[in-house]
């Protein structure tokens, strides 16, 4: 079945403690990028890669850190995380960039106390 | 900077009726428009998109209009139907890859 799968779907953790969410696509997609969504602000864009080892910022990369080794694989870090990371995480994959619609994976909540 | 504006955060439709949807957009670059539908503890499915060559677009139930001009495009639902309730995004995207999204419509449709 084709999928996006990111992992784990809930995470709790405290400011300054070191996680990786993990992304990881079946399609053979080439695009990647990960979105965080809060209430009234929709979903912004954090990073994006256009193929292997292209990696290029979003509109709200502060904090987060990103690497596109391998095609299906695109995890998101976040080195020491704080409150305001607090949200709702959603990592996509399409064919290409542009008008090639995302298939979304099924979110992760994290909480940062 | 929101780029992408959808102004209604709510809208409720009788089942049968249409539903439209609105959004503008301020960056003239944006070439790909598209429609995300989301349920709650999923991720947003894709609905429909338009290019901005075309004004129109027609998928079953759902349309997309668009006006380059005026920087603005439209999502009709005809009829809506209970499974339709939902929050929907409005995305647009240029050629290299960034991508901003509306802040959402949630849709009701009542019996």
């Known amino acids: 079945e084709a999928q996006v799968t990111q992992n784990p779907r809930y995470l709790i953790t405290v400011t300054g403690k070191k996680l990786t969410v993990t992304c990881s696509q079946n399609m053979n997609h080439e695009y990647m990028s990960w979105y965080r969504q809060d209430p009234g602000l929709g979903l912004r864009q954090i990073y994006y890669s256009m193929n292997v080892e292209v990696t290029d910022k979003g509109d709200v990369p502060e904090g987060y850190k990103v690497s596109r080794k391998e095609k299906r694989n695109f995890p998101l870090i976040l080195e020491s995380p704080s409150p305001n990371q607090t949200s709702l995480y959603f990592c996509?994959?399409?064919?290409?960039?542009?008008?090639?619609?995302?298939?979304f994976g099924n979110g992760t909540r994290l909480t940062v106390t | 900077d929101q780029q992408v504006k959808q102004n209604s955060p709510s809208l409720s439709v009788q089942e049968g009726r249409i539903s439209i949807l609105n959004c503008d957009y301020t960056?003239?670059?944006?070439?790909?428009f598209l429609w995300y539908k989301k349920y709650p503890a999923e991720g947003p499915t894709f609905l429909i998109s338009i290019s901005s060559i075309k004004d129109k677009n027609e998928d079953g139930r759902f349309t997309v209009f668009l006006n380059k001009s005026a920087k603005h495009l439209s999502l009709h639902i005809v009829p809506s139907q209970p499974g339709d309730s939902a929050v929907y995004f409005c995305a647009a995207t240029d050629s290299w890859g960034k991508l901003q999204f509306g802040a959402g419509t949630q849709v009701v449709v009542t019996p």
């Open positions: 960056n003239s670059m944006f070439d790909y």
């Open positions: 996509a994959s399409a064919g290409h960039s542009g008008g090639s619609p995302l298939h």
